[in-house]
């Protein structure tokens, strides 16, 4: 009697030849829930579907949860985690030292809209070619939930009661710093968010993605004795030990353009969503400041693509860059010629 052996089929592999598995990072470490890694999931969704190499593509981070989520995708890719707020300046050296690369820099409310806004606006309004994602969630997740500046206001946490100012609503301070590519997008919705980040790859200039990603551990508001802080008060520990519950990560179905659609949070708030009308026109900024405007007095968080500017000049196209990256020249074509080295020193007496 024969034996069939059962051949496993092959990965199924994209246009450039790359299986899914080759846009993969290390297992995540962040909390079962967190947003951030639906959000990594469709990073990895979107640069299988374009056929990006992943050795083409630079990764950037700063400080917080969302800085460590570049870790778990594209684990082929370069990437570089630098200091709190200071990612913008990194991608920029490192992108101008090597043009041909596609450059993604993970952010998140705190590393953007605070100790970095200097650093984002500046690099924004030079319109440096890189897909710029703020991981969104409205506190300060890995110092134990501090109001972050885009906390709404009114929004109470734990341990640190009410939040008295206004919000910074990263969208419209990317239209104030001229952007050509805004967008905003919820975590929950995995299809918006892959194609607005196929989109924001495919763009020439700085492509800013504010993602609402709901952290699950430090919006659940809990004041009881059995909770960690009311437990905290009367016990006495050999050392801290803090259990995060297991959630299921936020989803919203058959979400069409135009809808308005409210969501539940972990701790039982909720947030209004609408998607933008299919006859909102996204090249005209004034009209965007204003839709968000309006979107803030009535308490709606409005996603899609917000504004796109697609033929102004990116900061490479402002410089003449050889087409060889600046760091694959060769020491003689750095180095000046000893004649103009002479005719410079004499300029100079």
Same mark, same amino acid.
């Given at each position: 009697m024969a034996t069939q052996i059962?051949?496993?089929?092959?990965?199924?592999?994209?246009?450039?030849?790359?299986?899914?598995?080759?846009?993969k990072g290390l297992p995540s470490t962040l909390c079962q829930g967190c947003g951030h890694n639906s959000i990594a999931n469709q990073i990895i969704a979107a640069c299988y579907e374009l056929g990006i190499a992943p050795e083409k593509i630079i990764k950037f981070s700063g400080i917080g949860c969302s800085s460590?989520?570049?870790?778990?995708?594209?684990?082929?890719?370069?990437?570089?985690?630098?200091?709190?707020?200071?990612m913008p300046s990194l991608a920029l050296g490192a992108l101008f030292a090597d043009h041909t690369l596609h450059g993604l820099g993970v952010s998140g409310d705190g590393d953007t809209a605070s100790i970095g806004m200097g650093q984002f606006k500046h690099l924004v309004r030079r319109n440096m070619p890189m897909v710029y994602i703020v991981e969104n969630n409205g506190v300060y997740g890995l110092t134990k939930g501090q109001f972050a500046p885009t906390a709404e206001?009114?929004?109470?946490?734990?341990?640190?009661?009410?939040?008295?100012?206004?919000?910074?609503?990263?969208?419209?301070?990317?239209?104030?710093?001229?952007?050509?590519?805004?967008?905003r997008s919820?975590?929950?919705?995995?299809?918006?968010?892959?194609? $607005?980040?196929k989109a924001a790859f495919s763009h020439n200039g700085i492509a800013v993605l504010d993602i609402i990603s709901p952290c699950v551990t430090f919006h659940n508001h809990e004041d009881s004795v059995h909770s960690y802080v009311g437990g905290k008060a009367m016990e006495i520990p050999l050392h801290e030990v803090i259990y995060v519950p297991a959630?299921?990560?936020?989803?919203?179905?058959?979400?069409?353009e135009g809808q308005t659609k409210e969501v539940t949070l972990h701790d039982g708030s909720i947030i209004r969503l609408k998607?933008?009308?299919?006859?909102?026109?996204?090249?005209?900024?004034?009209?965007? $400041?204003r839709?968000?405007?309006?979107?803030?007095?009535?308490?709606?968080l409005i996603t899609g693509l917000f504004y796109i500017e697609p033929y102004r000049p990116s900061m490479f196209d402002l410089f003449p860059l050889p087409e060889t990256p600046l760091n694959r020249l060769p020491e003689e074509r750095l180095r000046p010629a000893r004649e103009s080295i002479d005719q410079l020193n004499k300029m100079m007496f």
């Open positions: 059962l051949v496993p089929a092959a990965p199924q592999t994209n246009a450039s030849g790359f299986t899914r598995n080759d846009y460590k989520s570049p870790t778990y995708f594209l684990s082929r890719s370069f990437g570089f985690n630098g200091l709190h707020g200071r206001k009114g929004l109470e946490l734990k341990k640190h009661g009410k939040n008295v100012f206004q919000p910074v609503d990263i969208c419209m301070e990317a239209l104030a710093s001229n952007a050509t590519f805004v967008a919820f975590a929950g919705d995995p299809k918006q968010v892959k194609e $607005l980040i959630r299921e990560e936020i989803f919203v179905d058959d979400f069409l998607k933008l009308d299919k006859d909102y026109d996204p090249t005209d900024r004034h009209r965007a $400041l839709m968000l405007d309006e979107a803030e007095k009535n308490n709606l």
